[in-house]
């Protein structure tokens, strides 16, 4: 089983959309990170959190510690959100080390 | 600032031919990583480096070599390809802080085929 599972692996989405995408984690973190990579293959952070809540622009990450369990929320999502979002965490012992889920497909239509 | 660099973009290699991948970051981060990215699975840690001059092996290091000569760049071997080892290739830096952590930023990506 993998350390990092992320759900769905796949999402199809119509333009104006409400997004969630999930990740679980089975081993204690000291951070999680979001990130996008664009359909030519580049990946950018997004987002790095170890509690609580981020905002930027339009989109939205949370984590909670306890429940082992981070979202990626994006409102009024745009086909130009039409990306794969990898969700990382920093494993405790692990450094600066990532351990990398695999990947959601988001798909937005006009 | 160009961020992270790799050179070369795309490669096609015979079985047993060797070569380098280049890494290049000009943002003075301590930290670099190499990764390689195949169909249905996450982004695995190939070999990292916390400083010029040190390396370390990460998940798959089996097949590759590295090296940390300068600050600046982070170079991948390969002595003998394996078409096991045809993959996406990417490579990553990031600032160091005892009790902070840092983003790690990403350069394009290689791909390269064994053939």
């Known amino acids: 089983k993998n350390e990092v599972e992320q759900s769905p692996q796949n999402l199809t989405a119509q333009e104006g959309e409400f997004i969630t995408i999930n990740c679980s984690y089975s081993?204690?973190?000291?951070?999680l990170h979001w990130l996008q990579q664009h359909p030519g293959g580049g990946i950018v952070s997004l987002f790095m959190?170890?509690?609580g809540k981020k905002k930027h622009g339009r989109l939205i990450a949370t984590i909670n510690i306890q429940e082992k369990h981070s979202s990626l929320h994006i409102t009024a999502s745009h086909p130009r959100d039409s990306a794969v979002y990898i969700c990382?965490?920093?494993?405790?012992?692990?450094?600066?080390?990532?351990?990398f889920g695999e990947g959601t497909q988001l798909t937005v239509n006009p | 600032n160009a961020g992270v660099t790799q050179t070369p973009k795309f490669r096609v290699l015979k079985t047993g031919q060797s070569m380098t991948l280049l890494c290049a970051q000009d943002?003075?981060?301590?930290?670099m990583y190499w990764y390689r990215q195949d169909p249905g699975m996450g982004l695995r840690l190939i070999h990292y480096?916390?400083?010029?001059?040190?390396?370390a092996k990460g998940e798959v290091p089996d097949g590759y070599n590295v090296s940390r000569l300068k600050k600046q760049n982070f170079l991948l071997g390969l002595e003998s390809a394996a078409p096991s080892q045809t993959s996406v290739y990417f490579c990553?830096?990031?600032?160091?802080?005892?009790?902070?952590?840092?983003?790690?930023?990403f350069g394009p990506g290689t791909r390269l085929t064994v053939t």
């Open positions: 959190l170890s509690s």
């Open positions: 943002m003075n981060h301590e930290y």
């Open positions: 081993v204690g973190i000291s951070a």
């Open positions: 990553a830096s990031s600032l160091w802080g005892r009790d902070t952590f840092y983003e790690q930023y």
């Open positions: 990382a965490v920093r494993i405790e012992t692990s450094g600066s080390r990532l351990t």
């Open positions: 480096s916390v400083g010029e001059g040190t390396t």
